[in-house]
């Protein structure tokens, strides 16, 4: 494996070559002999953090330790608290774009592909528009936890990760689920799918089941009674 500078691609080639002419076997062409692996410059630390020792190992090791084996889960919750951060004076509020921004960088360098779960309560978020780079990397999220974050207001503050087939949401104490309070199961039931089509539980509450209940006039040809005279077809017969 070789460790090569960001470079442009023509360079990264050409340096491998220099690299390996002097040992290859002639008959075996470079592409065959090496194995050229793509190493990810090192993510770029915030800058309130460069000071800090180790700082980006510091939040690799808190990420590893916030999975869940048993179901392929990651706890993101009240991350603002985690004692290991803030001891080492990396305290990270997610509320802070640019702390969210870092931790999805982080991240995005982990083997996340097989996450179904994702959980982001007590965070103050807004909205989940720092997801956005992760939707990619996270195609099995069928999980997702943002109960406590008072500020998220409507769906639309959940729209950005519309790209999961999630089955389960939760969204308790936030302004949204004060929106919805109330609402019957069926009525709940549609609204939550019109962005999350494969929806099986909210809240901890099982849903109804999916199915189409438009019954508009578009959809049903209403006949008006008819009544036959002689062969013939009026709508309205008047006697006087």
């Known amino acids: 494996m070789f460790f090569i500078p960001s470079a442009t691609a023509t360079d990264v080639f050409r340096h491998m070559l220099d690299v ?5 076997p002639d008959n075996v062409p470079p592409a ?3 194995k050229l692996e793509k190493m990810a410059a090192r993510t770029p630390i915030s ?3 460069e000071v800090i020792p180790n700082a980006l190992d510091t939040l690799s090791e808190v990420l590893g330790k916030r999975y869940n084996v048993s179901d392929n889960s990651v706890d993101l919750s009240s991350f603002a608290s985690d004692t290991r951060l803030n001891e080492s004076g990396m305290k990270m509020n997610l509320k802070n774009s640019e702390d969210f921004a870092l931790l999805v960088r982080v991240m995005k360098n982990f083997p996340i592909d097989n996450i179904s779960g994702l959980n982001l309560a007590s965070n103050m978020l807004r909205n989940l528009q720092q997801l956005v780079p992760l939707l990619e990397k996270t195609p099995k999220i069928t999980k997702l936890n ?4 008072q500020l998220i207001r409507n769906w639309t503050d959940l729209r950005y990760v519309e790209e999961w087939a999630l089955e389960e949401l939760d969204i308790r ?3 949204l689920a004060k929106l919805v309070q109330g609402r019957n199961n069926l009525k709940l039931s549609k609204e939550a799918r019109k962005i999350f089509k494969n929806l099986k ?3 901890g509450r099982e849903l109804v089941a999916s199915f189409d209940l438009d ?9 008006k ?4 005279i002689y062969g013939m077809s009026i709508t309205h017969l008047f006697i006087f």
Do not use: L, M, Y
């Not at 390996?20 to 290859?24: A, I, L, R, W």
């Open 20 to 24: 390996v002419k002097d040992t290859k």
């Open 32 to 34: 065959k002999w090496i």
């Open 47 to 49: 800058a309130r953090f």
């Open 146 to 149: 943002v109960s406590g974050n």
């Open 173 to 175: 104490d936030t302004q």
């Open 201 to 203: 539980k909210f809240n």
């Open 215 to 223: 019954t508009s006039v578009d959809k049903v040809e209403k006949k």
């Open 225 to 228: 009674p008819t009544t036959q």
